[in-house]
């Protein structure tokens, strides 16, 4: 499986970005995805979790309103619309496939990341 996530920016707070994962090299509906980011100094987090075809989302706490997970079985994509971003969100984000069910959330697969940057 691979992954290659995009859409990372400078963006001022208040402002949006869309984050996009590609999937190739498996069999894309058979994998929970999810988002997971890192931020200098700290460890990596949980952001969001889609189930495989995607009736089931979750998010943490401190995104939950603001962010939408979705996916695109037509095109292998997994999708993050992140909406009124705060400077605490700037880090470099992850996508992640095979996704454990519940948390604290886990992954099989990860992309390489894309930075995102808040600024206040």
């Known amino acids: 499986v691979q992954l290659q996530a995009s859409g990372g920016g400078l963006v001022q707070a208040g402002g949006s970005l869309r984050l996009s994962c590609a999937f190739s090299g498996g069999t894309y509906s058979t994998y929970a995805m999810g988002w997971f980011r890192q931020a200098p100094g700290k460890e990596r987090e949980f952001v969001a979790y889609i189930s495989r075809y995607g009736g089931i989302t979750d998010y943490a706490d401190s995104v939950k309103g603001r962010f939408t997970i979705s996916r695109d079985s037509a095109k292998n994509t997994v999708l993050l619309q992140m909406n009124s971003l705060k400077p605490e969100d700037t880090a470099v984000y992850y996508c992640?496939?095979?996704?454990?069910?519940?948390?604290?959330?886990?992954?099989?697969?990860w992309g390489q990341g894309t930075k995102v940057t808040v600024s206040s």
């Open positions: 992640a496939a095979g996704v454990s069910p519940e948390r604290p959330r886990a992954a099989n697969y």
